[in-house]
């Protein structure tokens, strides 16, 4: 289910800041965890289950802030342009249905952006369970930690797990 930043009524001011509140209640009464980079996850966030650590899913958003590379291009172009590990009609309903925003605020797919605007990209998120053991530090040294981890925790995370 998918519950749109622009109407969940989530959005909060913090010493002029605007930040989206860590939880809340849909109308079905289950809760909705956010993760920002003002947010992040908490210990409570983890579920241990027969070995395994299991991650809640989440609400993530990834921040960017237009370069001037990108100024005059459409909000659509923008996105099928610079990330494309997505179709381009994904990122039209996206910015239709206001998972993607400018500004916090949403805006038509002929949308052209302007240089150091705020696009904010907002996913559900569920990530695959990991083994639960712990991470052995093997050696040492002052430029290298040598680590035996768990096989199941990825090595290279790049933004898609919290680990």
């Known amino acids: 289910m998918y519950v749109s930043p622009a109407t969940s009524g989530s959005l909060t001011t913090v010493g002029g800041e605007m930040k989206r509140k860590r939880e809340e209640e ?11 980079p003002a947010n992040p996850p908490e210990k409570r966030d983890y579920i241990f289950l027969n070995g395994r650590r299991h991650v809640r899913p989440y609400y993530f958003e990834f921040i960017s802030h237009v370069k001037n590379r990108w100024a005059g291009k459409t909000i659509v172009d923008l996105f099928a342009e610079e990330f494309k590990g997505r179709p381009y009609d994904y990122y039209v309903n996206a910015v239709k249905c206001g998972r993607i925003q400018v500004d916090g605020e949403m805006v038509p797919v002929s949308y052209m952006v302007k240089p150091s605007q705020k696009i904010s990209h907002f996913l559900h998120r569920h990530e695959p369970p990991v083994m639960a053991g712990e991470v052995s530090i093997l050696q040492k040294d002052p430029d290298v930690v040598t680590i035996c981890k768990p096989a199941s925790v990825p090595g290279d995370i790049w933004f898609k797990f919290h680990i």
């Open 26 to 36: 849909n109308k079905n009464g289950m809760e909705i965890v956010w993760q920002t």
